[in-house]
């Protein structure tokens, strides 16, 4: 059984930066596929970013693109979302998620953090 435990959420000014972290335990990380979602009031759960096992292969949703960067250090366990030049839209519970297998950008994963709320004011 894996455990995901999300931090790093916080309150920021539009334009600002913040980086979020997951760290995994409980199954070997390093054969884990993982990803972030994210979930506004009111709204579906969205694919945010996934990043494959073996480093090299991340994918973006098209809102994120070129502000948010995702990685992970096997050697920690932790998976990261870089998050800059945030804007109120970005407002939203954020979650780690992992499966074993490829990488998915629907929500077809077996593991799931508590998630961490990020809020952006205008």
């Known amino acids: 059984q894996v455990q995901l435990v999300e931090s790093g959420g916080d309150l920021v000014q539009t334009g600002g930066s913040l980086r979020l972290s997951c760290a995994a335990s409980?199954?070997?990380?390093?054969?884990?596929?993982m990803g972030w979602f994210r979930q506004a009031p009111g709204k579906e759960r969205e694919f945010v970013a996934a990043i494959h096992s073996v480093p090299g292969g991340t994918y973006y949703a098209d809102s994120v693109k070129g502000r948010f960067t995702i990685s992970r250090d096997n050697a920690k366990n932790t998976m990261y979302l870089q998050m800059n030049s945030l804007k109120p839209e970005d407002t939203a519970v954020y979650y780690c998620?992992?499966?074993?297998?490829?990488?998915?950008?629907?929500?077809?994963?077996?593991?799931w953090g508590q998630g961490t709320q990020v809020t952006v004011s205008s």
């Open positions: 409980g199954g070997t990380f390093s054969n884990l596929s």
């Open positions: 998620a992992a499966r074993y297998g490829g990488v998915r950008t629907t929500g077809e994963y077996d593991y």
